[in-house]
């Protein structure tokens, strides 16, 4: 009987297997949003902790904040915030059929997560200077309230920025999967760059035969879309964060 | 079955087993993105794990089978609790039934083909793997494997030397794992349940591991910062949970059981659903108050979610939090026994069939009575100041996670392994592991209920010459249980090759797995099913 079994084995049952990997607009969208719940409840373990300890020294952390600066921060702010802009823009840009746009508009979101880097490498190392880092000599020598500020402000600042870091790798990920995919992107000089994206595809995206115009040259599908909306979603996320953490460490004084 | 299949004029298919896909050999489990092929993955890895922890469960009781050192210092034997509880509760239980099981089975009692997304799914494994990996690579450098116990408490894991980053950072790798599959399977009940199969038509396995979801979705981040933060004041020097600079150890305790105690229910609600699903089949009568009892998995998530604190009564918290906690505590009984009764009830007049699942179900509710009544008095404020801390403690969550959780999954795998495997294990050789298996569990634990009432702390090395009598009666049961589970598990693996081929349907099931070939063709489902009657509706006469 056995036997009989593997002589089926040809490439149409390959494509019924492959075939299983269905996509499912709705069910891609339900997992993005439940995975930014573990997001936001990953950073409600540090706003929990900040909530403590506020509770507990709430002069200490007064004072610490005084030691920030608070007009980088609003800068960071602005740039952040409109970095959620563009990205919002890409999107509708993508659904509205204008894919160099939103490509554009995908790499302007990248920039400005750059600068705010920036800004915040120059923040974190001002703090160095002053030794104000956990393990620095003039931090120990600050009451404990203030030492648990520094603290919370190093892990708080840094896992956002971690995130900010993971989130453009993302955009750089998906900028170059929407330019690739793209009619405009695959006519004209690219046509044998697009040739081997679609020899690419099949690995990647677990369809046997990605869709493609009169041409052969492979097409948007929803799977691309969704991509850059998740991606914008997580974007908005770190956005969202920062909103927490931004009022928490330097406006409440 | 192919021939039947061939009469209806659809090609007979491979099964699942037989279908090799990219890859040969081990190549080609190891790349599949079958949800069945995924849950065997979990099922051996959780067993191989449970295996290594076994042995160290074995060697810790053989150290205390007499006062005094036995067999082992004393700190090889803290690295023999810890890494025993690590390795139970991170990488056999908490997986647990709904990984292995869960994975295999709920695709195919939704009537869907796979679960949502089949690559994240075999990622969740490899997460899984690596950070079981990490955990177990710190017994290679110099620092060696952690003393801490599994809860990984400060102040004390902040000063020991051994190596507590690359426990933490496994289990850190290894919440992602349960995030994942969480999220899988929610987005796979939403999406995927076959056209007719409103909610009130989910087989109750189906909405155990909905419940267990979300709390894996929901709980884990916590879990996941925590260890980030522990992890940070190791390397960094960051003072979170320092007194030292500022920080507070209970915050630790607070946050590690803001998961922890969740995970308890993680892993005893699956197994809940299981043993719902056995006793339906093996009575062959309709669950007894089918929507209390999905709805009571619900509640258990919800009410299990906010009890934490209670594993810190004498911690030095508030009177006022021990009082509400405590209350949240005892609420969270009465979901739990809403199951039991109703299982009893579905029991009581129904055609109950002494099936080695059957018999391990039955001993799942006994054993998780005790270990859920002891608990009880535990969440009692008076009586948890004395038993803080006790053998007590360890009989009773050992009850609870072993005698439910893990009898839970052996009476799944014994339900569901002629449909895993189309093989029917020797029902004699798994009757006699199951009596085994009970008779030296109780032997084991009874004593240490009575060991730690009589004051016998936990995780001591040595002990007063008083304790010697139960402390061996614990020992000698520890021996019997375990000849029970490797006859259990021999049984089983030897069916795979020896087994007599098992029917589509051994049990006179009703739900959707037992309507398609044993073991299961490649996609399932030819046609997606329509689902019209109840889900436990047993016919009147239902053929032996």
Partial sequence: MTDTLQATLNPAEARIEEGQHHFDYGASKMGMWLFLFTEFLLFGGLFISYAVYRFLSPGDFHNAAQNLNLSLGVVNTVVLLTSSLTIAMAVTALQKGSVRLSVGLICATIALAIVFLVIKYFEWSAKFQHGLYPGGAELGALTKGQQQYFNLYFVMTGLHGLHLVFGTVLLAIVGFIVARRSPAAASGPEKSNSTVASQGAPEESGLVVPPSNAAGEPVMRPQDYVVLENAALYWHLVDVVWFFIFPLLYLIT | ?544
């Fill in chain 2, 1 to 544: 079955m192919a021939a039947v299949r061939g009469a209806e004029g659809v090609l007979a298919e491979p099964n699942y087993l037989e279908y090799k896909g990219k890859g040969r050999g081990l190549l080609s489990w190891l790349t599949s993105l079958d949800h069945k092929r995924i849950g065997l993955l979990y099922l051996f890895s959780q067993v191989t794990f449970f295996l290594f922890g076994m042995t160290l469960g074995f060697l810790i009781r053989l150290e205390l089978i007499h006062h005094g050192q036995t067999i082992v210092r004393p700190e090889v034997y803290n690295a023999f609790f810890t890494v025993h509880g690590v390795t139970m509760v991170f990488m056999f239980v908490i997986p647990g039934a709904a990984a292995s099981l869960g994975n295999f089975f709920l695709p195919i009692m939704i009537g869907a083909k796979d679960v949502a997304f089949p690559k994240l799914n075999l990622m969740s494994w490899y997460c899984y793997i690596i950070g079981a990996i990490i955990v177990y690579a710190s017994m290679f450098t110099a620092a060696g494997l952690p003393d801490t116990g599994w809860t990984l408490y400060v102040p004390y894991s902040l000063k020991t030397t051994t190596n507590v980053n690359m426990a933490a950072f496994g289990i850190f790798v290894m919440g992602f794992s349960s995030i994942l599959t969480g999220l899988n399977f929610i987005c796979t009940i939403h999406q995927l349940r076959a056209p007719g199969m409103g909610w009130f038509k989910m087989p109750l396995f189906v909405w155990s591991l909905y419940a267990t979801s979300w709390m894996q979705v929901l709980a884990t981040p916590i879990l996941g910062i925590t260890l980030v933060l522990l992890m940070l004041e190791r390397v960094a020097g960051v003072g979170i949970f320092d007194p030292a600079k500022g920080g507070d150890p209970i915050l630790y305790q607070h946050l590690f059981w803001i998961y922890s105690h969740p995970a308890v229910y993680i892993m005893i609600v699956p197994a809940m659903g299981v043993i719902s699903e056995v006793i339906a089949t093996h009575s062959r009568k309709t669950i007894f108050g089918y929507k209390m009892v999905a709805l009571s998995s619900l509640a258990i998530a919800l009410f299990g979610s906010l009890v934490w604190a209670h594993h810190m009564f004498v911690s030095g918290q508030s009177d006022a939090a021990n009082l509400v906690f405590s209350l949240l505590t005892f609420l969270v009984a009465i979901p739990s026994a809403i199951k039991v009764f109703n299982w009893i009830a579905t029991m009581y007049k129904g055609s109950v069939d002494l099936s080695p699942p059957m018999l391990f179900a039955m001993a799942f509710i006994l054993l998780f009575a005790i270990g859920g009544f002891t608990g009880l008095m535990q969440g009692a404020l008076s009586t948890d100041v004395h038993l803080h801390d006790t053998d007590f403690v360890v009989a009773h969550f050992h009850y609870v996670m072993f005698g439910g959780a893990g009898f839970g999954l052996f009476a799944g795998l014994h339900h569901w392994w002629p449909k895993m495997f189309g093989k029917m294990y020797n029902r004699r050789a798994a009757t006699i592991a199951c009596l085994l298996m009970f008779w030296g569990f109780n032997q084991l634990y009874f004593s240490m209920l009575i060991l730690g009432w009589e004051g016998m702390p936990r995780r001591y090395w040595d002990y007063l010459p008083q304790y010697d009598t139960l402390n061996l009666i614990a020992t000698t049961g520890s021996w019997v249980l375990i000849t029970g589970l490797l006859t259990m598990f021999t049984n089983l693996l030897i069916s795979v090759w020896r087994g007599r081929p098992a029917p589509e349907n051994p049990w006179g099931g009703v739900t959707l797995e037992w309507t398609i070939a044993s073991p299961p063709p490649l996609e399932n489902f030819h046609v997606i099913p329509r689902i019209t009657g109840g889900v436990y509706d047993f016919p009147e006469e239902v053929q032996p």
